[in-house]
């Protein structure tokens, strides 16, 4: 069966530093992959997507980007973090081409301090 | 105009009561239809989908699909306290997932 692992599970971090949130898929190939964000009380917002090993789209620009080194890998970075940064980071997954709902991860809370 | 939206909660019931949650959609072409649920703190749980018109039964939840009138529904037969939640409607179109704000729902004994 499928799994999908998401950490840190909770990151705070001071305004200007780095950020490196990981997502990783087993079980599964080729797998379409997602970052979300969830602001306290607000909707899910669609970050980044990537159908396969190095393509990255962007949903929303801003100072984070994504990557994909491996098939069943999905970054999250930031150079410099900023307060606005702060939220509930969720990754998920879904079959290529398949009509499935997505898979989310266990998230991660961030707070920007 | 926002791509997916939600009746606004919360929404109280009591016990052994039907949950009536709705959810309308902007995009005609959308082509699949999910609902989630979300725990406080937790990642969203997928719990029901809808592809076609109609009704779809899953146990105590029912999704029911009106693509005329661009309309998706939950029912929750026989609330427990364990279904206080927020629950998002989630709308699948060309390539991404997108989300309601959610409505929250609160199941008093």
């Given at each position: ?7 840190p ?9 780095p950020?490196?949130l ?12 997602y ?9 899910l ?22 990557s994909?080194?491996q ?13 606005s940064?702060?939220g509930f980071?969720?990754c ?18 961030l707070?920007?301090? | 105009?926002k791509?997916?939206e939600?009746?606004s ?7 052994g009561a ?21 725990y ?8 029901m989908?809808?592809?076609s018109?109609g009704?779809?039964e ?8 009106n693509?005329a ?17 927020t ?23």
């Open positions: 069966s499928q799994t999908i692992h998401q950490w599970a909770t990151l705070v971090q001071p305004v200007g530093s950020l490196s990981e997502c990783t898929v087993e079980g599964t190939s080729n797998p379409n992959l970052w979300y964000r969830q602001a306290a009380g607000r909707g917002q669609l970050l980044f997507y990537s159908v396969g090993i190095g393509q990255i789209s962007s949903e929303v620009p801003q100072n984070l980007s994504a994909r080194p098939d069943r890998q999905f970054i999250l970075s930031s150079k410099k973090l900023l307060l940064d702060s980071y969720l998920a997954w879904r079959e290529p081409g398949g009509a499935y709902g997505y898979t989310f991860g266990s998230g991660t809370r707070t920007v301090v | 105009q791509e997916v939600q009746n909660g919360p929404l109280s019931v009591p016990e039907i949950a009536s949650l709705n959810c309308t959609y902007s995009d005609r072409g959308s082509q699949s239809f999910f609902w989630y649920r979300q406080s703190g937790k990642s969203p749980e997928l719990i989908s809808i592809y018109n009704d779809k899953d146990g105590r939840f029912t999704a029911q699909l693509k009138s661009q309309y998706v529904s939950l029912l929750i037969r026989d609330s427990q306290p364990s279904d206080s939640a629950y998002l409607c989630a709308v699948f179109t060309d390539y991404k997932l997108s989300f309601g704000a959610g409505t929250t729902v609160t199941v008093r004994a």
